[in-house]
């Protein structure tokens, strides 16, 4: 930006929704899904507003103007409780403001404050705003999330091809692609997608393909056994808890210091880890083409479209409940049933438990013994939509080889974050007594198999950082599928590896390039110099306690500490 190249270089600069949405009913959301399924419905709610809007004008002398014309005095007649049941489009979504917020964007370099600060003054989404700007734009800067995974590359249009990558801060780029390529699920979400699925299968049986409703009909099965496979481990869990707890009981009567020790992690956490393979044959998912249902999902928009009809429902239950507590509060004694529209069936137990608990946070089922603090704003959000995805992305942690990840299927105690106040040695969560969950987890081990897609693509990768030694493992770790590693002399490797060590030091700061050559053999090349700071201007004093003989320890469990916090300050206050 204060170079000489910063007036002639067209540069973007991406975010996420969190950083960059300024709609105050959407970034006041707690998490980065919500802040996403917020916003979807925004755009949906945008669509479906101009569509009533085309329609209304089209049609002046038909039966169905008639009918909309009936819908809006009813919309009229509403109280405004009833009003704001109803999603209102995102006022920041404009496509004209947006094409001038890219004028802007490519005549100037700017950070996201600054991108933020620009759609404040125009009146429109940054975030959409972007998005438009990366097609022209010679210089794109963005997160790991948005770079490191192909469909999001693919939605806001970055095409690698004989494009330069680099990764700044690159010791963090293996533990970003384990995360953005690992999945996990609880039984609840389970529970959740079930009932959407049975509820949308009641609705469109019988107007599906028969395509469709195979694909259907086999997502409902997959959830089902997933469903059976977490109670088959809960009860092996139990009795494996109730020997565990006699054993303790018995140890106790002869050692009181072991019994303490013997009761530790096995009541609170049980655990077991299969290969993906041997899970999938556990779950009785064997039979089952996980490649053909994932594709299906994707290309149909399968998830959205459940998840979108599942919230429809839900809403015009809510109204009419709400109509009707307003009948009774008027005395009228007039009975307002809660239909949910021509055609759609009757709704089970199960499934009116579903929506129910997704509008106050609770369990979406009896069966279920347990809830996630991430579903407590179900008001804010499609609660529907989000374990729907959950659901694809376990889907598609499943499709991995054994070789590159672990399946983990663990329960836990439920926990809760304490305020600062209510915390006396530091500590921030506690556990809610009597309550666990159970989770499908999905690690990935191998984080090659996806980075290998970048660089098979692009045309150079760079990787740089101060902290990237040991470079074999960082080569072994996301080199090792790529056609580069598997072009290169293993032994001249190691050795290039070894002398490029020796050049600089812990400190020193360091450059990978991963180049791909016209013959199509790449080369992997190493570069290290010393750090920009001498080493006679630096100098390490350790410091144990503080003024008040406090210890400074700094770990996990007392973060949150304020005793520990404040003799930090008065320590480099009297230094």
Do not use: W
């Amino acid at each position: 930006k204060k170079t000489a190249f910063g007036n002639d270089v067209r540069c973007v600069t991406l975010g996420s929704r969190k950083n960059m949405c300024i709609n105050s009913d959407v970034n006041k959301l707690s998490s980065d899904i919500k802040i996403s399924d917020k916003c979807l419905d925004l755009q949906k709610s945008s669509v479906n507003g101009s569509k009533t809007t085309a329609t209304a004008s089209t049609t002046s002398t038909s039966n169905q103007d008639q009918k909309v014309i009936i819908k809006k005095q009813k919309i009229k007649n509403l109280s405004k409780s009833d009003q704001i049941l109803s999603t209102k489009p995102c006022k920041y979504k404009n496509k004209l403001l947006e094409e001038m917020f890219t004028e802007f964007t490519h005549g100037k370099i700017s950070d996201i404050e600054e991108l933020v600060k620009l759609g404040k003054n125009l009146n429109t989404c940054p975030y959409y705003g972007t998005r438009r700007s990366v097609a022209l734009a010679q210089v794109v800067c963005m997160p790991y999330s948005i770079l490191l995974h192909s469909d999001t590359r693919k939605s806001m249009g970055i095409n690698l091809k004989n494009s330069v990558v680099i990764f700044d801060e690159a010791h963090n780029v293996i533990e970003a692609v384990n995360m953005i390529h690992s999945g996990d699920i609880t039984l609840n979400l389970l529970y959740i997608a079930s009932n959407c699925i049975k509820l949308y299968l009641n609705r469109f049986s019988l107007v599906l393909t028969g395509k469709n409703l195979m694909y259907m009909t086999l997502l409902n099965s997959v959830v089902t056994k997933l469903i059976h496979c977490i109670k088959v481990f809960e009860k092996k869990n139990i009795k494996v808890e109730a020997t565990t707890t006699a054993a303790a009981a018995s140890a106790s009567s002869s050692s009181s210091s072991s019994s303490s020790s013997s009761s530790g992690v096995d009541n609170n956490i049980n655990m077991e880890i299969f290969s993906c393979n041997d899970f999938i044959f556990k779950s009785k998912l064997d039979n089952v083409n996980l490649f053909k249902l994932r594709r299906h999902i994707t290309e149909t928009n399968l998830i959205n479209k459940i998840g979108g009809y599942n919230e429809s429902v839900l809403k015009k239950q809510r109204a009419a409940a709400l109509s009707l507590l307003e009948a009774e509060a008027d005395g009228s004694g007039i009975g307002i049933g809660i239909g949910i529209g021509s055609g759609s069936g009757n709704i089970n137990s199960s499934c009116s438990k579903c929506i129910s608990g997704a509008g106050t946070g609770a369990d979406s089922s009896s069966n279920s013994n347990s809830g996630t603090n991430s579903e407590n704003d179900s008001n804010d959000t499609n609660v529907y939509t989000h374990s729907l995805r959950a659901l694809l992305k376990i889907l598609t942690c499943l499709t991995n080889t054994d070789a590159d990840g672990r399946v983990f299927m663990e329960t836990v105690p439920i926990t809760t974050t304490l305020p600062q106040e209510a915390t006396t040695n530091g500590s921030t969560t506690t556990n809610i007594i009597g309550k666990k969950e159970t989770h499908i987890k999905f690690i990935l081990l191998n984080p090659s198999v996806y980075f290998k897609e970048i660089i098979n693509e692009s045309r150079s990768v760079l990787l740089v950082g101060g902290t990237l030694q040991p470079f074999n493992y960082m080569i072994s770790s996301l080199f090792y599928n790529s056609k580069i590693f598997q072009s290169l002399n293993t032994t001249a490797t190691a050795q290039a590896t070894a002398a490029t060590l020796g050049v600089g030091g812990r400190n020193s700061h360091a450059t990978a390039t991963a180049t791909a050559t016209t013959t199509g053999v790449g080369a992997i090349e190493l570069f290290s110099c010393d750090h920009v700071v001498s080493k006679d201007n630096i100098i390490a004093i350790t410091v144990n306690s503080g003024p008040n003989k406090n210890i400074l320890e700094f770990t996990h469990k007392t973060r949150y500490n304020q005793i520990i916090t404040d003799e930090l300050y008065y320590t480099i206050f009297q230094a």
